[in-house]
């Protein structure tokens, strides 16, 4: 083949290779179409809000407890649609616009807040840094719509077109952009209705460009602080529930003055024949006869007056080693706690729960690990981050009341508490702050305290079925 030849098959091969990887580029970016010998590309319009897909059923771990099995059969089908009702009023009331999937296209001109804006309920606020930045034109317009509110600005200056004002679709367009932009700046939100905790998603558009960004709808929280005070009684109040146990009851008393003389101790009794537990800073509250571990914590609870709380059990016993002031700095250093656990004889007891929240219907998957911890606390490394401790805690009183413990666990409980402060609850462990627990003797035990102490078959089942309905589970583990 002569040279020139050659040439033009190499040259045709390129223009070829060329043609077909610019077609591959367009058809990435998008529709194109030839007009005038131009190629118009023409970007993918997105579609907003873009969600995450629904969460799939969980699996459960072998020997897990299926709940909807422990249901009796003839009530079964009620409780499922009852269950089902309460589910959707939780999400109802916990689900938020907020939640959906934000995302940004590449170089808009667009400009606008991504965080941090929130507005009070039914109060006009400027919307903060809206603004467009593009080349010359000839006009610029404009497009802001919300869905939970209106939009409102200044009264425009003659070069500027405003529509919509005072609804939930804004449009606004000049042929100076100076002008629009000023006119941005004072763009107000205020939303339509009252809600205490609330959240829209602002659509602002412009040719072809879109952007959302979240609005945050919330009423402030007056504070409620703790006056700390400068001594450890003014800090910690410690807590107890006794039933049937008074030997123990002061053995720990006594443990507890011999080290903390003036600290005051609350006593939740609901013991069949109350015995009168006297002392100075002894605050003893009788309740009817057997109402439960958790009802008494409760009550304990709900006379506390500083700003954090010690649980004992009736039947632990303070040492040199437990020293109350260091939980108190543990907390004072990580304001984010709200529980820091110890060790009792040597047993720190910690876990972690893993929740899978599966679909709506069936409900979650939950495992009680034993030993499950996480990384350490900030300069503190005896101390770990967890989910759940064991019975000898320091916690904040706030934090323990926002959570509560169910009164329909009468007999044993102590994980449930932190399975429905999961989320809410930040827990840490630290070895270092240890109690002791008394023997059991012939002295000291009760023969009728065994019978409510140890769980029936039938208590067992409706713990399950507490979880299946209360806390929408499929199934739990506890390994």
């Not at 952009?177 to 209705?193: C, D, H, Q, W």
Request: aromatic share 10%.
């Amino acid at each position: 083949m002569p040279e020139s030849n050659k040439r033009l098959v190499l040259v045709a091969v390129i223009c070829v290779t060329t043609l077909l990887l610019l077609l591959m580029y367009c058809k990435t970016m998008g529709s194109f179409s030839l007009a005038s010998q131009q190629m118009v590309i023409k970007p993918k319009r997105s579609t907003f809000p873009r969600q995450l897909p629904p969460s799939p059923s969980c699996e459960c771990m072998n020997h897990s407890v299926l709940l909807k099995d422990v249901l009796p059969k003839e009530q079964r089908e009620a409780i499922m649609q009852r269950r089902t009702k309460e589910f959707q009023q939780h999400k109802a009331r916990t689900s938020s616009v907020l939640s959906k999937l934000l995302y940004a296209l590449p170089n808009s001109p667009l400009q606008y807040p991504i965080q941090g804006y929130t507005v009070r309920p039914l109060t006009p606020t400027l919307i903060p840094v809206l603004g467009l930045h593009t080349e010359k034109r000839d006009s610029y317009k404009v497009f802001l719509n919300v869905s939970k509110g209106i939009l409102t600005t200044v009264t425009p200056d003659a070069q500027v077109t405003v529509n919509g004002a005072g609804t939930r679709g804004l449009s606004i367009e000049s042929s100076s952009l100076v002008l629009l932009n000023e006119l941005l700046a004072k763009v107000s939100y205020t939303s339509s209705t009252y809600h205490i905790n609330s959240g829209d998603l602002a659509f602002f558009r412009f040719e072809s460009h879109e952007a959302l960004f979240p609005i945050v709808i919330k009423q402030p929280q007056v504070p409620v602080l703790y006056d700390m005070g400068t001594d450890i009684r003014s800090q910690v109040t410690i807590i107890t529930k006794t039933f049937l146990r008074y030997p123990q009851l002061k053995v720990l008393l006594a443990s507890i003055r011999k080290f903390y003389p003036d600290i005051t101790v609350i006593i939740a009794d609901d013991s069949f024949e109350p015995e009168h537990i006297s002392g100075e800073n002894i605050q003893q509250y009788i309740m009817p006869p057997a109402q439960g571990w958790f009802a008494g914590r409760n009550l304990a609870v709900s006379q506390v007056i500083t700003k954090y709380l010690l649980w004992v059990d009736d039947d632990f016993f303070f040492t040199e080693n437990t020293k109350i002031e260091e939980f108190v700095e543990v907390m004072e250093a990580v304001p984010e706690l709200d529980v820091v656990g110890g060790s009792v004889e040597g047993n720190q007891f910690y876990f972690s729960i893993l929740y899978e929240e599966g679909d709506g219907v069936e409900g979650g998957c939950l495992i009680r690990k034993s030993g499950g911890k996480f990384h350490p606390l900030p300069d503190l490394p005896k101390c770990y981050f967890t989910h759940g401790v064991v019975n000898f805690f320091l916690a904040r009183t706030d934090a323990v009341r926002r959570v509560g413990f169910d009164p329909q666990l009468q007999r044993v409980a102590h994980s449930e508490f932190f399975m429905d402060g999961l989320g809410s609850l930040m827990v840490a462990t630290c070895q270092d702050v240890k109690i002791g627990h008394q023997r059991k003797t012939a002295e000291n035990t009760n023969p009728r305290y065994a019978k409510f102490r140890t769980p029936t078959k039938s208590d067992d089942g409706f713990k399950s079925q507490l979880h299946y309905f209360k806390n929408h589970l499929k199934c739990f583990l506890y390994s």
